[in-house]
């Protein structure tokens, strides 16, 4: 280095400090408002205290004008769509309180656009970590006002609110064009991403403090970073945030200024040599480039201040990059093909790639199934795995899907279909790549021939998965703005993973929901179970909503088990205004109900509903991060109705209304196991007397979770649900088993819309097994 450390008692940085010129007085809200204003803080997920403790540092800030009004207009909008219809939730994507105090005033304004960007650029939990230890480290330097306790919790609900209000604000288009000013780097960009784009957290340390003191002096106050850790963000951060002019020296496009003024503010030196990243066909690499200090200096070059790696190795911030789900397969072939060798972006084997990928996704839907209720509890050879069960995603949804993913690149279906039936019943070792993706792995250096195909075929599974992912997605061209983690190389289906082209994949009634959920939200574990999907049927991150779609007040004949919604908001209670990341079950409070009893002797029965379901209510209670849902039905049961004497059941009259409790997971989960019936010819019957064959029974009952009860030895039986759409979601609900009871002991058969009632029983009596046919 061209100067050296000089020795710097704690309160230099204080007199620093200092020399800021204020740009915030006292709070002038009045002791009412202000306290409407912490409670609504409260509601939306932020923190008051917090909110002001951040707004101290980053508040001094002075946005550039012109990004600071682009913001305004991007973030500015409401919008709110219901969780569905009749729901106290909405998804709420508007401006909440942090952000609807910062659009009516510039010091919150500035606080919200720099957390925005830094959230954009890094991960939340590792962000707030370091953004607590730099406010103690600012604290014990004597900083005037520094936040001797600062809350990780708040920090990190105030930067979740930042990110979530402000999620359509299009960061990437800045990281774009600094990328951009760096032709000859881009190849090292690619195979450094992490490294380039975040802030070790010293350098956000430094930058905390120094790029205000370089806008409040700026002819005699300058920074300098001795390497290019962070270049991405910290350009971004001082140039296109703050209006900084920036220098980067030594590059290998030689010297590279942002701004047009003679003497730059802040300077970031090159360092090298370009390491050398792993490739998909080589896993060797070279160690990355160590953490820079950073100095804040003089008009003559001398160094006034400091901020040096921490000697706390544990202490890290993790970068993560973000793309919009629009283009994200194309961007991800793009790396692909250029990790060892350039190819130009027009070059045709991304298009063959591309519909290699989603021919893929076509042999994956053709093998993946949903196995039966019963098939944790029986060995395979005792159930029958019926066609039914096979996804056999619909083309045009795969399509679409491929479309969005890889945007940019044509797409031609009479190809995909090509590929898929070349494929079809090929185990992966036998399988044919296309010609130019042949030709492009000839010229990848190492390893072998076999390597080098078969680790191309296993790579492909992953962009594959994602169409079929998004398949699922119901109106998935609205979700072209859905942001996501550049994570490539984590498949979340193992099935997937070790399929070798002629099983079947065995899969879970959470695998989409978890595959898209990978990708919308980084888990710093190392691991992907990035929320605890027991229970939750939404989760929200970066200001979007990710749902089942069997969410809502629904017939389950007509819900695809296997969908899923994907939209812009945040859960809001419009009761009480709180907002909340994520959905889940109530834990259950279970009724003590019957077992399901025959209904019907003889010959013949009527297909009815002896079930009904008079009101549906759901509530929503508040947790720390989570809505709990539970959904209480008033029921009628006409037929025998327990009477409960003493805490236990003693007898049973004739009719009468009880309680049940149930939740949307639970009938996600249950409604996965269930099979459906096909259409048929035949009217649906009214008031007509149906067979009632032998070794089929008539039941009347909702819940099924503790065996079957008195009608065990029934092969088949027939709930009288029919016409009460409540009350076959409630049988649906309660097929699963419950704690400490007996599981269910037959297969569960959903009659469905074009299907009559007689059909649905001849269907299960033509299949073995024991069986619940659903009317």
Same mark, same amino acid.
């Given at each position: 280095?061209?100067?050296?450390?000089?020795?710097t008692?704690?309160?230099t940085l204080?007199?620093?400090?200092?020399?800021?010129?204020p740009?915030?007085?006292a709070i002038?809200?009045?002791?009412?408002?202000l306290?409407?204003?912490?409670?609504?803080?409260?509601?939306?997920?932020s923190?008051?205290?917090?909110?002001?403790d951040?707004?101290a540092?980053?508040?001094?800030?002075k946005?550039e004008?012109?990004?600071?009004?682009s913001?305004?207009?991007?973030?500015k909008d409401?919008?709110?769509?219901?969780?569905?219809?009749?729901s106290?939730?909405i998804?709420?994507?508007?401006?909440?309180?942090?952000l609807?105090r910062?659009?009516k005033?510039?010091?919150?304004?500035?606080?919200?656009?720099?957390?925005?960007?830094?959230?954009?650029?890094?991960?939340?939990?590792t962000?707030?970590?370091?953004l607590?230890?730099?406010?103690?480290?600012r604290?014990?330097?004597?900083v005037?006002?520094?936040? +001797?306790?600062?809350d990780?919790?708040?920090?990190?609900?105030?930067?979740?609110?930042c990110?979530?209000?402000?999620?359509?604000? %299009?960061w990437?288009?800045?990281?774009?064009r600094?990328?951009?000013?760096? +032709?000859a780097?881009?190849?090292w960009?690619r195979?450094?991403?992490n490294?380039?784009?975040?802030l070790?957290?010293n350098?956000?340390?430094g930058a905390?403090?120094y790029f205000?003191l370089?806008?409040?002096?700026p002819?005699d106050?300058?920074v300098?970073?001795e390497?290019?850790?962070?270049?991405?963000?910290?350009i971004?951060?001082?140039?296109?945030?703050?209006?900084?002019a920036?220098?980067?020296?030594?590059?290998?496009?030689?010297?590279?200024? @942002?701004?047009?003024?003679?003497?730059?503010?802040?300077i970031i030196?090159?360092?090298?040599?370009t390491p050398?990243?792993?490739?998909?066909f080589?896993?060797?690499?070279?160690?990355l480039i160590?953490?820079?200090?950073i100095?804040l200096?003089?008009?003559?070059?001398e160094?006034?201040?400091?901020?040096e790696?921490?000697?706390n190795e544990?202490?890290r911030?993790?970068?993560?990059?973000?793309?919009r789900?629009k283009?994200?397969?194309?961007? @991800?072939?793009?790396?692909?093909?250029?990790?060892?060798?350039m190819?130009?972006?027009d070059?045709?084997?991304?298009?063959e790639?591309?519909n290699?990928?989603?021919?893929?996704?076509i042999?994956?839907?053709?093998?993946?199934?949903?196995?039966p209720?019963i098939?944790?509890?029986?060995?395979?050879?005792?159930f029958?795995?019926?066609?039914q069960?096979?996804?056999n995603?619909?083309?045009? %949804?795969?399509?679409?899907?491929g479309?969005?993913?890889?945007?940019?690149?044509?797409?031609?279906?009479r190809?995909i279909?090509?590929?898929?039936?070349r494929?079809t019943?090929a185990s992966?070792?036998?399988?044919?790549?296309?010609?130019g993706?042949?030709?492009?792995l000839?010229?990848?250096?190492?390893n072998?021939a076999e390597?080098?195909?078969?680790?191309?075929?296993?790579?492909?599974?992953?962009?594959a998965?994602?169409?079929?992912?998004?398949a699922q997605?119901i109106?998935?061209?609205s979700?072209?703005?859905?942001?996501?983690?550049i994570?490539p190389?984590?498949?979340?289906?193992?099935?997937v993973?070790?399929?070798?082209?002629?099983?079947?994949?065995?899969?879970?009634?959470?695998?989409?929901f978890?595959?898209?959920?990978?990708l919308m939200?980084?888990?710093?574990?190392?691991?992907f179970s990035?929320?605890?999907l027991?229970?939750?049927?939404l989760?929200?991150?970066?200001?979007?909503?990710?749902?089942?779609?069997?969410?809502g007040?629904?017939?389950p004949?007509?819900?695809?088990?296997?969908?899923?919604?994907?939209?812009r908001?945040v859960?809001?209670n419009t009761?009480?205004?709180?907002r909340?990341y994520?959905?889940?079950?109530a834990?259950?409070?279970k009724?003590?109900m019957?077992?399901p009893?025959?209904a019907?002797k003889?010959?013949?029965?009527?297909?009815?509903?002896?079930?009904?379901?008079?009101?549906?209510?759901?509530?929503?209670?508040?947790?720390?991060?989570?809505f709990?849902?539970?959904i209480?039905f008033?029921?009628?049961?006409?037929?025998a109705?327990p009477?409960?004497?003493d805490g236990g059941?003693?007898?049973?009259?004739e009719?009468?209304r009880?309680?049940?409790?149930?939740?949307?997971?639970q @009938?996600?989960?249950a409604?996965?196991?269930?099979?459906?019936?096909?259409?048929?010819t035949h009217?649906d019957?009214?008031s007509?007397?149906?067979?009632l064959d032998?070794g089929?029974?008539?039941?009347?009952g909702?819940?099924?979770?503790?065996g079957d009860?008195?009608i065990?030895?029934?092969?088949?039986?027939i709930?009288l649900?029919?016409?009460d759409?409540?009350a076959?979601w409630?049988?649906?609900n309660?097929?699963?088993?419950?704690?400490?009871?007996?599981?269910?002991?037959?297969q569960?058969?959903l %009659?469905c819309?074009?299907?009559?009632?007689?059909?649905?029983?001849?269907?299960?009596?033509?299949?073995?097994?024991?069986?619940?046919?659903?009317l």
């Amino acid at each position: 280095m061209p100067f050296t450390t000089p020795f710097t008692t704690q309160s230099t940085l204080s007199l620093e400090l200092a020399k800021i010129l204020p740009v915030r007085a006292a709070i002038s809200n009045s002791a009412g408002s202000l306290v409407t204003l912490v409670r609504a803080l409260k509601r939306s997920g932020s923190d008051f205290l917090v909110e002001e403790d951040l707004a101290a540092i980053f508040g001094r800030g002075k946005i550039e004008a012109s990004l600071e009004a682009s913001f305004r207009d991007v973030v500015k909008d409401a919008s709110f769509t219901p969780l569905h219809a009749d729901s106290p939730i909405i998804l709420d994507a508007g401006p909440g309180a942090t952000l609807g105090r910062a659009l009516k005033d510039r010091y919150y304004m500035a606080t919200v656009i720099q957390l925005s960007f830094l959230c954009w650029m890094h991960e939340e939990t590792t962000l707030a970590t370091t953004l607590v230890e730099n406010m103690r480290t600012r604290h014990d330097s004597g900083v005037q006002g520094a936040t +001797p306790d600062p809350d990780y919790d708040g920090i990190l609900k105030t930067l979740r609110a930042c990110s979530s209000q402000t999620s359509h604000f %299009r960061w990437e288009d800045l990281v774009a064009r600094v990328e951009g000013r760096f +032709p000859a780097s881009v190849h090292w960009f690619r195979l450094d991403q992490n490294s380039i784009r975040s802030l070790s957290p010293n350098l956000l340390l430094g930058a905390m403090d120094y790029f205000y003191l370089v806008q409040s002096l700026p002819e005699d106050r300058l920074v300098m970073v001795e390497n290019q850790t962070g270049l991405i963000s910290l350009i971004v951060w001082a140039h296109y945030i703050l209006g900084l002019a920036v220098l980067v020296k030594g590059s290998p496009d030689g010297d590279v200024n @942002f701004g047009m003024t003679a003497q730059p503010q802040l300077i970031i030196k090159w360092s090298f040599p370009t390491p050398s990243g792993p490739s998909r066909f080589n896993s060797q690499s070279k160690p990355l480039i160590a953490s820079p200090i950073i100095y804040l200096l003089d008009a003559s070059l001398e160094v006034i201040l400091t901020a040096e790696p921490s000697e706390n190795e544990g202490l890290r911030i993790d970068g993560q990059e973000c793309h919009r789900l629009k283009g994200y397969g194309t961007t @991800f072939l793009q790396r692909l093909f250029n990790e060892k060798t350039m190819v130009a972006d027009d070059d045709p084997i991304y298009a063959e790639t591309a519909n290699f990928a989603v021919a893929f996704a076509i042999l994956l839907s053709k093998s993946m199934r949903r196995l039966p209720m019963i098939a944790d509890t029986r060995p395979p050879t005792e159930f029958e795995v019926l066609m039914q069960c096979y996804l056999n995603t619909a083309h045009w %949804r795969l399509f679409d899907s491929g479309e969005l993913l890889f945007w940019g690149i044509k797409l031609d279906k009479r190809t995909i279909i090509d590929y898929s039936d070349r494929m079809t019943g090929a185990s992966i070792a036998d399988m044919v790549l296309p010609s130019g993706i042949r030709n492009y792995l000839e010229k990848v250096e190492t390893n072998t021939a076999e390597f080098k195909r078969n680790q191309f075929i296993e790579t492909i599974k992953e962009p594959a998965s994602w169409v079929l992912a998004f398949a699922q997605v119901i109106d998935v061209k609205s979700c072209a703005d859905l942001p996501l983690r550049i994570a490539p190389g984590l498949m979340s289906c193992t099935g997937v993973a070790s399929w070798d082209g002629i099983g079947a994949i065995d899969i879970t009634s959470s695998i989409f929901f978890d595959m898209v959920l990978r990708l919308m939200r980084k888990d710093v574990t190392g691991g992907f179970s990035v929320v605890n999907l027991e229970d939750t049927f939404l989760t929200s991150y970066y200001g979007w909503s990710l749902f089942y779609g069997s969410v809502g007040d629904l017939d389950p004949g007509r819900v695809n088990c296997e969908s899923l919604s994907v939209k812009r908001g945040v859960p809001t209670n419009t009761l009480t205004l709180e907002r909340k990341y994520q959905i889940m079950d109530a834990p259950q409070m279970k009724p003590r109900m019957r077992s399901p009893i025959t209904a019907d002797k003889g010959n013949s029965y009527l297909a009815r509903c002896m079930t009904k379901v008079h009101k549906r209510d759901e509530h929503y209670s508040s947790r720390t991060d989570a809505f709990w849902l539970s959904i209480r039905f008033e029921i009628e049961d006409i037929g025998a109705y327990p009477r409960i004497l003493d805490g236990g059941f003693r007898q049973f009259r004739e009719e009468g209304r009880y309680t049940i409790y149930a939740s949307q997971y639970q @009938f996600q989960v249950a409604l996965w196991g269930t099979i459906r019936t096909a259409p048929c010819t035949h009217p649906d019957a009214d008031s007509k007397p149906l067979p009632l064959d032998m070794g089929a029974v008539t039941v009347s009952g909702l819940t099924w979770g503790n065996g079957d009860g008195p009608i065990h030895s029934a092969r088949i039986c027939i709930c009288l649900v029919k016409g009460d759409a409540r009350a076959r979601w409630l049988v649906v609900n309660g097929i699963n088993a419950n704690d400490n009871e007996g599981a269910l002991n037959r297969q569960v058969l959903l %009659r469905c819309d074009g299907c009559c009632e007689d059909c649905a029983v001849k269907a299960a009596s033509a299949m073995r097994g024991n069986w619940l046919v659903v009317l």
